[in-house]
Each structure stands twice: as C-alpha cells, then as structure tokens.
C-alpha cells in the first residue's frame, strides 16, 4: 500500500510542479498571499506577473509559483508559492526582483496585502 501511495504522491508533485526535481513536499515551505488591486490595475497586474513568473519560479529554493484570482470578486487575487524553506523565501523577499516588483504592485492596493507561510501536513 505505501508503494501506492508514494506513486501517487510523486505523480501529484508532478502535475504540481512539472518543471522541478520532486523535493520532499511535506517539508516545503507554502506561501499564500492575498490582494486586493484597484480596477484600473487588474490586467497590468496580470501581465507583470506573467512576465515575472518564471523568474521567482527560477529563483533559488522556489519550488513553483501561481496566481488564482477569485471568482466572483476579480479585484482579488492570490498568490500561491512553494519554498524549500523560510530562508530561501526570505532571500527572495531581500531581492532586487522582489523588491522592485512589489513597488510596483503595492501603490494599487484597495486594502494592505495579507500573507501566511504554511507547511504541509
């Protein structure tokens, strides 16, 4: 049974994460961030997170990154990330990518940003 199980777990990583080396994902670092833009800002958001998606995905230690904007509210999104740890993510948070991205996105803000770093249990 636990042959099965670790099949699965591997083929789920890969659907989740099809251009990275599987890690263990138990351990990883989740990273979930909450916005709330101006409409004026929506699809300017979306393309610079297009553009700059494969440089955090790239970045050390990221693990896969994506953007889910809510259903019925299309002023609110979602970033989802994996890290390797709080350290790589913090890394990241200390970069010149991170750092000129987000003077970018958070002057359109409606409400402050929220973020959570979770692990998987």
């Known amino acids: ?5 670790s099949r699965y777990s591997k083929l789920t990583s ?3 994460y099809p251009n990275k080396q599987f890690k263990q ?3 990883m670092l989740v990273r979930v961030v909450k916005m709330h833009f101006a409409p004026h800002f929506i699809e300017e958001f979306k393309s610079l997170f297009n553009a700059t998606k494969p440089k955090i995905a790239n970045f050390e230690g990221c693990n896969g990154v994506k953007l ?6 299309n002023q609110l999104f979602f970033t989802i990330s994996y890290w390797d740890s709080a350290a790589h993510l913090e890394r990241y948070r200390q970069s010149e990518l991170f750092v000129n991205t987000w003077a970018k996105v958070k002057p359109n803000f409606l409400s402050k940003a929220e973020a959570w770093s979770l692990l998987e249990q």
């Open 1 to 5: 049974m636990q042959n099965l199980s």
């Open 68 to 73: 889910l904007q809510h259903e019925t509210d």
């Open 14 to 16: 890969q659907i989740l």
């Open 25 to 27: 994902y138990h351990s």
